[in-house]
């Protein structure tokens, strides 16, 4: 399997006075989908600038497979860190940026590239600057699948797609992590629309790191529970409700907190249904409470 | 494998500076043959390409070591090539470019040369200027070589200035052109001297020594470009 594992050692970040990154340590573990998500200004992209080697940390050590990454050139090779890159001043073709990452790119799959040309609709033969910005991020999106790089970062690579767009790309990154499983870490702040990709989340905010677990465990970090609206009131009276939704007599509350055996049985009793946490609203708690 | 990732960067930076470098001289050639055939101003000899060339192939040059962070060694680290290869990469391509720069002028002076025995042209043409002033053929190409490369190289060393320290410090990397364009003056044009903080001795007498003195200087400005680059944050 080409996939790389990553791993970061109490990793700051400081640009002057401002700490961008504080004390970060974390363990990605290879050949899955990582989903790296925080607000605004987290620190996401400077996270994941370090991990390309684009820049070196303040303190701390960045891994990749085991090896530091900075200047170190089998490592950096691995590594595609697909971000929103400004091209108001590029006037190559983008058919000529694709050519320079398969020049590079040691696992890059140029028929793979053209499939995926042909499915976003991307016009080769304009000169990027041209491109409107959905383009543009297509044009991305395209360079960071077909180089199959062991490390593919995706950092909010689907600015301007539009919905059909992005769907093609969540779908072409399953697809593709079936066929050629690599390490993929996909930065977002649309949590509910990509979810379902994830195999493990990330959660930083203010330059921390606030949640590191597998997608599955999460569900055990809250639950939604569902039915007659006084049962779901009264059941969830001494719960911490992240959100609530109400549709006539039904109301949906999402909680914080485990459920223990003996409240799922009595959710069972009232004939409540239980079901798991939004990541969504997770995140948008979590990251609230640290503020 | 491993010990080519500069051999990918320098084919593909060369590639890109051959293509540019095919229009200008397209373009360069077109206004001397106007020159010749049209504004000849009169019976004096007019002279050869190589000698009419050479003060724009310099800049051409500063103009492509310029683009050089921004263009080449950003557009490569982001495709994961180390600093290191990326240097390594970029400084074969300009040697190599250098080497083109010197030989194309001197064929097209060559061909003018033999096309002015068969009087092809209106006016005369001293194709042999340029290497009257020095020791010879060889040590005009020479010179020509090295000062192209001088001039990419302080097109470089501006470039990295601004991609590194942004705009005030950028400045502080063209004043420190002008003392390399000063040096080069004073090694290759004892005329035009233009550093007054250096005793003047003109260097006329030694071809060979001027010739190691530039060449001492473009080894310092690798050598500048290299502990430059080396760990550079790369601009998102």
Known sequence: MMAASVQLNDVTLKFKKFEALKDVSLTLEAGKIHGLIGRNGAGKTSLLSLIAAFREPTSGGIFVDGSPVFENPEKMEQVAFVYDKDYKEETEKAKKLIALASHYRPHFDMDYAEQLIKRFKLPVNKPVNKLSKGMQSAMNVVMGLASRAPLTIFDEAYLGMDAPAREIFYKEILKDQEEHPRTFILSTHLVSEMDYLFDHVVIIDQGQLVLNEPYETLEARGASVTGAASDVEAFTADMKHLNEQQLGGTKSVMVYGELDESKRREAQTLGLEIGPVSLQDLFIYLTEEAN | ?236
């Open chain 2, 1 to 236: 494998m491993t010990s080519r990732r500069y051999l990918k960067v320098a084919t593909a930076v060369f590639s890109e500076m051959i293509r540019w470098s095919l229009w200008f001289f397209s373009i360069l050639l077109v206004i001397h043959l106007i020159r010749i055939f049209w504004l000849n101003g009169g019976p004096s000899p007019i002279e050869g390409f190589f000698t009419f060339s050479q003060y724009s192939t310099s800049i051409f040059m500063l103009v492509l070591g310029i683009m050089s962070a921004y263009t080449f060694m950003g557009r490569h680290i982001q495709q994961g090539v180390s600093r290191r290869d990326s240097f390594f990469g970029i400084s074969l391509a300009a040697i190599g470019l250098s080497l083109f720069l010197t030989v194309v002028p001197l064929v097209i002076n060559g061909i003018q040369h033999l096309l002015a025995k068969v009087s092809v042209f209106p006016v005369a043409l001293d194709t042999a200027i340029a290497f009257e002033t020095t020791a010879g053929m060889i040590a005009a190409a020479i010179a020509l070589f090295m000062n192209v490369l001088t001039y990419y190289l302080a097109g470089w060393l501006i470039s990295i200035g601004y991609y590194r320290f942004r705009w005030i410090a950028g400045f502080g990397f063209i004043a420190l052109t002008f003392i390399v364009f000063g040096l080069n003056d004073y090694l290759w044009k004892p005329g035009n001297y233009t550093l007054d903080w250096l005793p003047y001795e003109p260097l006329e007498a030694d071809f060979w020594l001027t010739a190691l003195g530039s060449a001492a200087m473009i080894l310092v400005l690798f050598l500048a470009m290299k502990i430059l680059t080396k760990r550079v944050p790369i601009k998102m």
